[in-house]
């Protein structure tokens, strides 16, 4: 089986120190481990459950949890718990309930608790950082499960549905693909040289802060800022420029001079403009006088970016709220979101 060409994934653990020393399987822990670690740090929760029987699983496991990419993913990511369908053991649930298994029935009360009237194996049981569950069923190799695990490991369920989420991710990484190839229509203008670039036209700033070792950043690049729609307006109404969030060189903002941190992994600019909270997909935008007009530190959708950055390239944030120009201006906005869901939805 082909992987994913680009390899981001892979990049972004040989590039994390910690992953280094993760095993190259899931270190699976219990759910009483997983309880007592949770109120220390609110990680999500991934559950795998699977039979003895099913050959799918059986593959699922080889293919995916000793793939040494996923496995340092999870374990570094998650609280992994394994969980065999038809053991008889007693399990403490997260909220002190007791599940057994009845003799009268095939399966753990605990699985019909999780997949109810539709069991069927192999499964996962997604909790994120609030306890929120979401069961996904069937094989998932490497390329297949890499868009659940991000999806919850970089909190895109706060914006995003998973079904929209998953669109935009097939077009950035398609399975077995040795690489993607994507046409640069945004215009990346020099950081260093805004203050020449403001003299001459005036125009808002729109910043990205980007984290290499983050995936869901470099989807909202390739597949937001870089939408032939998008860039286009962009690059009329902005200077679009980025700020690399674990970058080594020295650059200029405003006047001032910002390098790396010596006490952080990340810029002094992105510890600056992120007010030290290093939560990505993240971008701001400014207006000419380099005035903040809005923080963003979550994932959109590109139709959603579009409704965003119009508000304030077209003026309406000096007149309305956001609620308000969403409101008003649905109907004007509708084609060229139709043209934008066309890049990633394909109609």
Request: aromatic content about 18%.
């Amino acid at each position: 089986m082909k992987k994913a060409g680009i390899y981001v994934l892979g990049i972004l653990l040989s590039l994390t120190a910690v992953a280094q020393d993760l095993p190259d399987t899931v270190r699976w822990m219990d759910f009483s481990q997983v309880r007592a670690d949770f109120f220390k740090e609110k990680k999500p929760i991934l559950i795998y459950l699977y039979s003895d029987d099913c050959d799918s699983c059986s593959m699922m496991q080889s293919l995916s949890f000793e793939n040494g990419e996923v496995a340092k993913y999870i374990n570094y990511y998650f609280y992994p718990i394994k969980f065999d369908a038809k053991t008889y053991d007693t399990v403490t649930f997260f909220n002190g309930e007791k599940f057994v298994h009845q003799p009268t029935q095939k399966y753990h009360s605990l699985v019909r608790l999780f997949l109810k009237d539709s069991i069927h194996f192999p499964a996962l049981v997604m909790f994120n950082k609030y306890a929120q569950g979401q069961v996904f069923y069937g094989f998932r190799d490497r390329d297949h499960i890499f868009p659940i695990l991000i999806y919850y490991a970089e909190q895109v369920y706060t914006t995003t549905k998973f079904n929209d989420f998953e669109k935009v991710y097939y077009k950035t990484y398609p399975p077995g693909m040795r690489q993607v190839f994507s046409r640069l229509f945004i215009r990346w203008q020099d950081i260093n040289k805004l203050d020449s670039l403001e003299a001459k036209k005036g125009k808002l700033i729109f910043v990205d802060v980007y984290d290499r070792l983050r995936v869901s950043p470099t989807i909202m690049r390739m597949q937001d800022y870089n939408n032939p729609i998008i860039a286009a307006y962009l690059n009329t109404h902005f200077y679009p420029v980025t700020v690399e969030a674990r970058g080594e060189d020295t650059v200029v903002f405003h006047g001032k001079k910002f390098g790396p941190s010596q006490r952080y992994p990340y810029h002094e600019l992105a510890i600056s403009m992120l007010d030290g909270h290093m939560k990505f997909p993240a971008f701001l935008i400014f207006d000419q006088n380099y005035k903040l007009l809005d923080r963003e530190q979550i994932f959109l959708m590109p139709d959603d970016f579009y409704k965003l950055i119009t508000y304030f390239g077209d003026g309406y944030y000096q007149k309305m709220t956001l609620q308000e120009y969403l409101k008003n201006y649905s109907q004007q906005l509708e084609p060229k979101l139709k043209q934008i869901r066309k890049f990633y939805v394909g109609k």
